[in-house]
T-cell receptor
């Protein structure tokens, strides 16, 4: 069963505007972690931001913030003041604890973000 | 600088041939992972290892094999049994801890000749 869903195959945003990339997840475990990664066309995976299931506040890292709505099981990435260099594929991923799966991530299908000048 | 090194960057495989992708890390991480990425798709887990001399199958292990003889190294062999090996392969490592992100290498692009 798919555990991470990114429903936006592609998104467009004007430079300097904000954009929200959607991510919903499914888990029955009360303890989990959510990650966002950026993948430029060169292929490397860049870690952006983390949100733990017990964190009381939404995570922020510079221009990145996470809109975490636990009851809705959503963890949307918000990028403020978009830059041309933000054009990339963005992946949401979830980590669940327990046994030999500790540390394993499940990735969504990704969203391609294009920033227009 | 600490990081993960994958080699080669590009690899070509002939029919019936086994090829091995290298992954080395100097981050002192216990856990290491191999993912496959097809064009426009997400990452799928092939194999992972939590400690030396131990590894587990991921979601798409058929046609692949790994070894973990040293903490720093986690090579992936794409065997001739893998009928559709053309993909982008990413190696990752992490410290234990729910909040710890996985760190990735730059990847290897494998193609069939």
């Amino acid at each position: 069963a798919q555990k991470i869903t990114q429903t936006q195959p592609g998104m467009f945003v004007q430079e300097k505007e904000a954009v929200t990339l959607d991510c919903t997840y499914d888990t029955s475990d009360p303890s989990y972690g959510l990650f966002w990664y950026k993948q430029p066309s060169s292929g490397e995976m860049i870690f952006l931001i983390y949100q733990g299931s017990y964190d009381q506040q939404n995570a922020t890292e510079g221009r990145y913030s996470l809109n975490f709505q636990k009851a809705r099981k959503s963890a949307n990435l918000v990028i403020s003041a978009s830059q041309l260099g933000d054009s990339a594929m963005y992946f949401c991923a979830m980590r669940e604890p327990g046994g030999t799966s500790y540390g394993k991530l499940t990735f969504g299908q990704g969203t391609i973000l294009t920033v227009h000048p | 600088d600490g990081g993960i090194t994958q080699s080669p960057k590009y690899l070509f495989r002939k029919e019936g041939q086994n090829v091995t992708l290298s992954c080395e890390q100097n981050l002192n991480h216990d856990a290491m992972y191999w993912y496959r990425q097809d064009p426009g798709q997400g990452l799928r887990l092939i194999y992972y290892s939590q400690i030396v001399n131990d590894f587990q199958k991921g979601d798409i292990a058929e046609g692949y094999s790994v070894s973990r003889e040293k903490k720093e190294s986690f090579p992936l062999t794409v065997t001739s049994a893998q009928k559709n090996p053309t993909a982008f392969y990413l190696c990752a490592s992490t410290q234990t801890g729910m909040h710890q992100p996985q760190h990735f290498g730059d990847g290897t692009r494998l193609s069939i000749l």
